[in-house]
C-alpha cells in the first residue's frame, strides 16, 4: 500500500476533514524541473476559523482519553513513517530539492523518531509534590494548552514541523499546520495522511497550506493561545509582536549566521570536508549552515584552496534522476538573493574561490575569500551554498568575530584542544556548540534554539522543553475537610 501513490494524487486538488483549500489554487512545482506534482487549494483565513472552531472539542475529547491511547496513536504514526519511507522521501527529493540522504535523514528522525519521541512523552511524569505550609496536600501538574498554531518552512518540512507538531499532539493537544506552500505535501499532507492512517481522531490535526494572510489568521486566533514558529527572523518578529497583543506565548526558531572556527592545530583536508558538509549541505538551505568560516591566518589560505577543492568536486543537479551532493534552491527568488549577496560581496572586494555561477536553481558551491566584515556574504543569512572565510589572528579576535552577529543559533569549533574549544564557546552567546564538528545537528530528544535574532531558546526536544512548551502549569491543593475562616 502507498501513502501518497502518483496514480491517486498527481493532477488531484488535496483537500478534505484534514486538509482545508477553500481558495485559489495553485500547483505544487518541483524545483529541479519546472513540473507540476499536483494542485492544491490555498487555505483562508476563514478556513484557519473553521479548522480551530473543530479542534477546541476535538482536543478536549483526545486530552480526557487515557494517556496510553496518545502513546499508541504516536506509536502506530512512527511506524507509518517506517514502513512509508521511501515514497515520502521521493516526495521530500521531488518537492524540497532534497537529496536522497537528506531526505531519508528528515523522514528516519523528523517522522519515525519525532513521534517515537512524543509516544513516550505521553507518559512521561507532568508534575511534582509541593511542600504547604497548611495541613493540605499541594502539587503542581502539567494540563494541556488546546490547540497548538504551527507555522514551518519550506527547507526541512518533516523535521521542522514534527518537532513541534508530535509532542503537541502527545500531550493532549489539537494542532493547526500551516506549511510552507512550496513544501506543503511532504510538509503537510504527509502528515495528514500518516496521522489518519494511525488513528488520530479527526479534528485533532488541520493542515492549511497557504500564505502570511493564514500564519496571521492562526497566530491572532483567539482560541490558538500557542504558537510554534519556524522561519525567518523578519517574520518571526512580527510573528512576536502580534502574539504579545494577544497575550499568546510564541516559541521562535528563526534565522542564524553561525560561525565555524577552524584552529592551527586541525588536520585541514579533514577540517575542510567538515566545513563543506556544514556549508554545501542541502545547498546551504538550513538555520544552523556554517555560514562563516573563522580560520586562523596562519592556515586560511590552505583551508581556503581545500574548501574550494571539495566545492568543486561536488556533483549538483537534479536528485530525484542523479546521483548528487548538491540538489537546487527552492525557488527563484531564492537563487536571486544568493547571487545578489555572491556577486555584491565580491564587488565589495571579495575573491571567488570556487563557485558562484548557476544554471536555473542550480547553484555552484561557492566558497569566498578575503570577505570584507561589511560585506552581505559576512553581514547576512545567505541561505544557499556559500562559504564565506575570513582569518583571525588569536582566540579574543576569534571570540570577536564569532561573537559578532545579532544572531546566536549555532557554532562549531574545530581544534585538538577541547578544552580550548570549550573555553572559546563560553565567550559566544549561541543556543547550540559542537566541538569538533560543524553547526549542521539536531536530535529529537535534545532542546533546540538560539538566542538573539536567532529566536527565543530552547524549546522543542526532550520532555522537560517540550512540557514547557505545549502544557499550561497548574497548582492544585486538596484538604480532608473545609477549613474554618473568621468571617
Known amino acids: 500500500m502507498t501513502l501518497l501513490s502518483s496514480s491517486t494524487w498527481e493532477g488531484r486538488i488535496f483537500s478534505g476533514d484534514w486538509i482545508s483549500g477553500s481558495g485559489e489554487e495553485y500547483d505544487a512545482v518541483e524545483p529541479a524541473t519546472g513540473k507540476t506534482l499536483g494542485r492544491l487549494g490555498t487555505a483562508t483565513p476563514a478556513d484557519v476559523d473553521k479548522a480551530v472552531k473543530r479542534a477546541v472539542p476535538a482536543q478536549r475529547e483526545w486530552a480526557a482519553r487515557p494517556y496510553s491511547d496518545r502513546a499508541a496513536v504516536l506509536r502506530r504514526a512512527a511506524r507509518l513513517f517506517e514502513e512509508h519511507q521511501q515514497e515520502i522521501e521521493t516526495w521530500l527529493v521531488r518537492e524540497s530539492g532534497a537529496t536522497r540522504p537528506f531526505a531519508a535523514l528528515q523522514v528516519s528522525s523528523g517522522g519515525a523518531e519525532e513521534c517515537f519521541e512524543a509516544a513516550a512523552l505521553a507518559g512521561a511524569p507532568y508534575g511534582e509534590l509541593l511542600r504547604s505550609g497548611q495541613q493540605r496536600l499541594s502539587f503542581s501538574r502539567r494540563t494541556p494548552v488546546g490547540v497548538v498554531g504551527v507555522i514551518a518552512p519550506f527547507n526541512v518540512p518533516i523535521i521542522l514541523a514534527m518537532r513541534a507538531v508530535a509532542p503537541a499532539l502527545a500531550l493532549g493537544n489539537a494542532v493547526v499546520l500551516k506549511p510552507d506552500p512550496r513544501t506543503a505535501i511532504s510538509g503537510g499532507v504527509v502528515f495528514a495522511r500518516v496521522f489518519e492512517e494511525a488513528g488520530l481522531p479527526a479534528g485533532l490535526l488541520h493542515v492549511l497550506p497557504g500564505g502570511a494572510d493564514v500564519g496571521a489568521a492562526v497566530v491572532e486566533h483567539p482560541q490558538v493561545p500557542v504558537i510554534a ?20 506565548r510564541v516559541h521562535l526558531e528563526l534565522g542564524g549566521n553561525s560561525a565555524l572556527v577552524v584552529m592551527d592545530d586541525v588536520d585541514l583536508e579533514q577540517a575542510a570536508s567538515v566545513g563543506a558538509w556544514g556549508s554545501f549541505v542541502h545547498a546551504g538551505q538550513i538555520c544552523m549552515a556554517s555560514s562563516r568560516h573563522l580560520v586562523h591566518a596562519s592556515v586560511a589560505d590552505d583551508y581556503t584552496a581545500l574548501l574550494a577543492q571539495h566545492a568543486d568536486a561536488l556533483r549538483v543537479g537534479d536528485p530525484a534522476t542523479e546521483d548528487v551532493a548538491v540538489g537546487p534552491l527552492i525557488d527563484s527568488g ?36 578575503g570577505v570584507p566584515l561589511t560585506a552581505p556574504a559576512y553581514a547576512e543569512e545567505i541561505f544557499g551554498p556559500v562559504a564565506p572565510v575570513v582569518p583571525f589572528r588569536d582566540l579574543d579576535e576569534a571570540a570577536g568575530l564569532a561573537a559578532g552577529t545579532e544572531y546566536g543559533l549555532s557554532l562549531g569549533i574545530l581544534t585538538r584542544d577541547v578544552a580550548k574549544g570549550l573555553a572559546l564557546a563560553e565567550r559566544v552567546p549561541t543556543g547550540l556548540v559542537h566541538i569538533n564538528d560543524q553547526t549542521v545537528n539536531d536530535e529529537p530528544n535534545i532542546p533546540f534554539g538560539g538566542v538573539g535574532d536567532s529566536g527565543t531558546g530552547a524549546r522543542h526536544g526532550g520532555a522537560v522543553a517540550n512540557l514547557e512548551a505545549f502544557t499550561e502549569q497548574q497548582w492544585v491543593t486538596v484538604r480532608d475537610e473545609l477549613p474554618r475562616y473568621p468571617f
Not at 229 to 248: E, M, N, V
Not at 344 to 360: F, I, M, N, S
Open 334 to 369: 531564492q537563487r536571486d538573493n544568493v547571487h545578489r549577496i555572491v556577486t555584491d560581496t565580491v564587488e565589495a572586494g571579495a575573491r571567488l574561490a570556487a563557485g558562484g555561477t548557476y544554471e536555473g536553481l542550480f547553484y555552484r558551491p561557492t566558497v569566498l575569500t
Open 229 to 248: 514558529f519556524t522561519g525567518s527572523t523578519r517574520a518571526g518578529r512580527a510573528i512576536g509582536i502580534a502574539a504579545a497583543r494577544h497575550l499568546k
